[in-house]
């Protein structure tokens, strides 16, 4: 029999669940939650909380759903601190963008891609994130592709094939046939290793065109699609995203009201990830328009070494809320229960019963304070299907 | 004889001294420290590091000297999560500002506001500032003031008597009998207790005629004058404070070009206060047109429950080279030898021989990835007066 462990005393519990107390984030106050196993048993007022082989006083103090981090590009070595240095100060520097980081990818060993990916793992879960997708993108060659997959899946659930990151140097003249080769052998060596098939549809990358191609041959294989969508540019990526069926359109920073209509008419999510602007200085997408036009929104960090280097879903949330319209329990809402609807997931991103026990505690008396207190690190203990990984 | 410790392999090691290595913040790479006591007693080359009694391998990360928090209120009671809340949600909220804080903190007994404090300085301290200046300014009575400070002085070195923050309630209709009670029985009070005289000078609260009157005589009683300044409106604080010899204004959103030139052709420093800015959706001080006049330019956090709730420095640094034009290496120098000027401290925020051994470790190759990875609590190791109060 699994061991079961109740957390008494919590302050506010944000279930995410709105049958389960007000608002979409469905908040009890003086709540417990019990634990059982690798699961959510019993959410409820502490009072009537039953009895466990463990039980934990969290003394009023906030608890939520770990946060679910749909999008990062966490398999790279190399270091471009100073490219970004460069970018901020004002100074020219001859950046070969998501190049610079395919080299030294490829020319880094697995143990030092593993090692990598593992820290940043580990350094998520500090900040209360417990389900994290991440991508290939580094390697555009079949071998160094299928490599980043491999080494990703024995880490992490959430596995995204992006051989259509950008075009291999190798092809860079010639991007159909890069497009023939993440639609053939690379997809050969990939499919194995992946759920989800993703393509940057971007001027300078992929067309739109060329992304159907890319996600249609990776649906014939059985991934499914998620797309990078109207981040630079206006462009096709947000509607082909919804005609395909794509759980997900990432970034949404240039929209037309046309592309706001199809998220709307359709089943996929807008995932914005405000640290890329913020890291860009770009402006931000607008999350108060997508959210009044019914548009399910998520949270996710962008986390890469070039345009995003943040781990941090609470700065994403404290972000959303200063600069992209949301309100605290909106952004909360999307980094963690909008995160799992990304990923078409009904297991994580919320608190109910028969929910994965990814439970995140707060040193505040409330979920309000991620975005109140922007920059602090509040997370005081991070349990992951049911066992507690941090404690500070 | 005092134990020593040498810190060797720091990756980059920024002391802050133009004279030990290049650029404004003096980085040394490669480098060691070592801490003899209470301080610095070596910087240089790993490899002409002499030996101390301990011997920490810092493996490649970055030093830089812990930060310097000119600014904060954190003598307060009381919770206004719900008005930071319906403020960002949009929703009426009949908020009674900083009037609400002052109720609750005046009902609070002193252990509730030493408790308080406690927690905070700790938080701060997690974050790398080992210098913080904390302020009265929420009691309002000769009685309630001198409270805060004695709590206050008690914990920090640099404490702030701020009566002028607001007229008390009880002088809403009188705000001269106020200022009269401010620079009389109320300075009697408090002047044993502080180092600095310091008022809010802006429409609303005290007028330049006002402030002039509650620093001159905080001046006559041996504390030294520091501003509120320009943050919500153009006004005359910060020339005031120029002509006073403050050692800071603060806040200095709004400035006109002769401002500017004042704050240039003086020595008072021009703190900045961006998550001041960040949490109540207003305009970024300019900080680019301050350093480009050649104005000293300070960093902090404003520390307090109304309109700015953070205490973290690197959230501070992050927003000031997104916002304000500043480069990483501008921002983390104004976090800490920029504080140490609004402070008028020589012992502080650099790391050379004879500081304070006050020594923040990241879990960074650079300080640039306080800019580079904005939210990631990177801070690994606090010392503070040569002994480490915090490691992760």
Not at 28 to 36: E, G, H, Q, S, T
Not at 173 to 195: E, F, I, K, S, W
Not at 231 to 254: I, K, N, R
Request: hydrophobic letters at 45%.
């Amino acid at each position: 029999m699994a061991a079961t462990t109740v957390i008494r005393n919590i302050g506010s519990l944000a279930t995410g669940d709105p049958q389960l107390g007000p608002g979409p984030l469905g908040v009890l106050r003086d709540a417990a939650l019990v634990i059982d196993g690798e699961r959510v048993a019993w959410v409820g007022p502490t009072g009537l909380a039953p009895a466990a082989d463990t039980a934990l006083d969290a003394e009023g103090r906030a608890a939520l759903p770990g946060f679910v981090d749909s999008h990062s590009h966490l398999v790279f070595a190399g270091d471009r601190t100073e490219e970004f240095n460069a970018r901020m100060s004002g100074r020219p520097y001859s950046a070969g963008g998501i190049r610079t980081t395919v080299a030294a990818t490829r020319a880094a060993s697995d143990a030092e891609l593993a090692a990598t990916l593992d820290r940043h793992v580990r350094e998520a879960l500090r900040q209360g994130t417990t389900t994290l997708e991440t991508k290939s993108g580094y390697g555009l060659t079949p071998e160094e592709e299928a490599r980043a997959l491999r080494i990703a899946a024995t880490r992490l659930e959430e596995v995204t094939y992006l051989g259509a990151h950008v075009a291999a140097p190798e092809y860079a003249d010639d991007v159909a046939g890069y497009v023939d080769l993440v639609t053939g052998p690379m997809l050969d060596a990939c499919a194995p290793h992946a759920r989800w098939v993703d393509v940057f549809c971007e001027r300078g990358a992929f067309d739109g065109d060329q992304a159907r191609a890319v996600l249609t041959a990776g649906v014939a294989r059985g991934l499914l699609p998620r797309v990078h969508a109207n981040q630079l540019t206006y462009g096709p990526g947000v509607q082909l995203a919804v005609e395909l069926g794509a759980a997900s359109a990432d970034h949404c920073t240039h929209l037309t009201d046309a592309d706001v209509a199809a998220l709307a008419a359709g089943s996929t999510v807008a995932t914005l990830l405000p640290g890329c602007e913020f890291s860009t200085r770009a402006d931000y997408p607008d999350a108060r328009r997508l959210l009044d036009a019914g548009v399910t929104v998520a949270l996710s960090t962008d986390c890469n070494p070039g345009s995003s280097f943040t781990s941090s879903m609470p700065f994403c949330v404290a972000v959303a809320v200063r600069e992209m319209g949301m309100t605290p329990d909106e952004a909360v809402w999307s980094a963690t229960a909008g995160g799992a609807a990304a990923l078409r997931r009904e297991d994580v991103g919320r608190l109910r019963p028969g929910a994965r026990a990814d439970v995140v505690l707060l040193d505040a008396p409330s979920h309000v304070h991620l975005a109140y207190r922007p920059g602090v690190p509040l997370v005081t203990d991070v349990w992951r299907r049911g066992e507690r990984v941090w404690h500070r």
